[in-house]
């Protein structure tokens, strides 16, 4: 079954302090893997996605296919990533759909 | 113009009503999507047109029409709805074909049934 897990439904850390979102995925063939991020208040967004191997606002993402993984990093959190985290799937045979994790609420304390 | 707009922001009605969501993008993109969000949960797909043709239509119930009149607009007709159809309804576009492409979203319809 084509899968996207957050196990986070909240993380919660201190302005400075590494951050590390989980996603883990299940499915059969080669994925291509995507972040959105929606800020309060502002549109859904996609961050990054795995093929591009950017960096952006900080966040990286590898994906480890031995762990079936995609998980978001940022060495140095910053006030202004609060926002929801989504990580999602897209299947090789559809160009149009996504399978969507749960989400993970980032909340940086000051 | 890299932006989705989409209208209203808020819209209230009731289970008796009609009204209609509107959408529009002008970046040339072919793919055009309806989205439901309710709070703190990721978005749900409900129907996709493609080349202004309806691609696909995740067993969405019929009190939603969607229209797509030409490849920058795209409406969401509404009747008889029910309060449990209260949400965030988001609108997308992307590149049509090929692999997967980015999907540009809109800022969202709060939508409340009464």
């Known amino acids: 079954a084509q899968r996207v897990t957050q196990p986070e439904k909240l993380l919660s850390v201190f302005k400075g302090a590494p951050v590390e979102l989980k996603c883990n995925y299940s499915y059969s063939g080669s994925p291509e893997l995507f972040w959105y991020v929606q800020y309060s208040r502002q549109r859904l967004q996609l961050l990054l996605r795995?093929?591009?191997?950017?960096s952006i606002k900080g966040f990286t993402a590898d994906l480890n296919k031995g762990e079936t993984s995609f998980h978001l990093k940022k060495p140095f959190a910053q006030e202004e990533d609060s926002a929801m985290y989504y990580c999602a799937l897209s299947p090789m045979d559809s160009n149009y759909q996504l399978i969507w994790g749960a989400g993970t609420k980032l909340i940086i304390k000051p | 113009d890299t932006e989705v707009t989409q209208t209203p922001k808020h819209l209230v009605m009731g289970m008796t009503n009609k009204k209609s969501l509107k959408c529009e993008q002008h970046m040339g993109h072919r793919a055009m999507y309806w989205y439901k969000q309710k709070a703190k949960k990721p978005p749900e797909l409900m129907f996709v047109y493609s080349y202004e043709k309806l691609s696909i239509n995740e067993s969405v119930p019929s009190r939603f029409s969607p229209e797509c009149p030409n490849s920058s607009l795209l409406n969401l007709h509404l009747h008889a709805l029910q309060p449990e159809d209260s949400a965030l309804y988001l609108c997308?576009?992307?590149?049509?074909?090929?692999?997967?492409?980015?999907?540009?979203f809109g800022p969202g319809t709060r939508l409340t049934v009464l």
């Open positions: 997308a576009s992307s590149q049509a074909g090929g692999n997967y492409n980015e999907q540009f």
């Open positions: 795995h093929i591009s191997r950017e």
